[in-house]
T-cell receptor, first 114, second 114 residues
């Protein structure tokens, strides 16, 4: 059974810092991995999707990497801002007939203070 | 283009009642997935629909059911509500319903069971 773990569970940083969020998964046979952010009481916003054949994806100040063989992904946020404060979730899709089924980690709660 | 919409946004029910939640996917999207989010269990996959057919189902009791209409809109139903069903219910849509697709989430329906 696939398990996804995110470390740390919570992170507080001053504005302007670069930071790294970690995600690990137990079964390396994934099809893709997706990073989301969730604001309190809201739905999920997709940030980046990495297919299993890719090593990284970039969008603005965000960079996500994937090491499928070691079961790890990292989300790098450059020059953090207070507006980045949210819960960040990673989710994997096992492929095959796993239509629509994402397995999520518990998330990292990020607080960026001015 | 409008995002995924869910109605109602908030719902209060009592034990034993039943409830129906609605999800309208992004225009042109054909796949809809449902998730339950609770503080203890995190995000858990309920089921996925594509072209009015359920293709995938998570580990939830039969009290949880769903359907999809020809216009891709989806509903989920929970019968005989229990206190533990209190959660944020999220739906997500994807364009082609393929494993490689990005999933886009709605704002969720907050269900409280008293």
């Amino acid at each position: 059974k696939q398990e996804v773990t995110q470390i740390p569970a919570a992170l507080s940083v001053p504005e302007g810092e670069n930071l790294v969020l970690n995600c690990s998964f137990t079964d390396s046979a994934i099809y893709n991995l997706q990073w989301f952010r969730q604001d309190p009481g809201k739905g999920l916003t997709s940030l980046l999707l990495i297919q299993s054949s890719q090593r990284e994806q970039t969008s603005g100040r965000l960079n996500a990497s994937l090491d499928k063989s070691s079961g790890r992904s990292t989300l790098y946020i450059a020059a953090s801002q207070p507006g980045d404060s949210a819960t960040y979730l990673c989710a994997v899709n096992a492929g095959g007939t796993s239509y629509g089924k994402l397995t999520f980690g518990q998330g990292t709660i990020l607080t960026v203070h001015p | 283009k409008a995002g995924v919409t869910q109605t109602p946004r908030y719902l209060i029910k009592t034990r034993g009642q039943q409830v129906t939640l609605s999800c309208s996917p992004i225009s042109g999207h054909r796949s809809v997935s449902w998730y339950q989010q609770t503080p203890g269990q995190g995000l858990q996959f309920l089921f996925e629909y594509f072209s009015e057919t359920q293709r995938n189902k998570g580990n939830f009791p039969g009290r949880f059911s769903g359907r999809q209409f020809s216009n891709s809109r989806s509903e989920m139903n929970v019968s005989t509500l229990e206190l533990g069903d209190s959660a944020l219910y999220l739906c997500a849509s994807s364009r082609r319903g393929e494993i490689s697709d990005t999933q886009y989430f709605g704002p969720g329906t907050r269900l409280t069971v008293l």
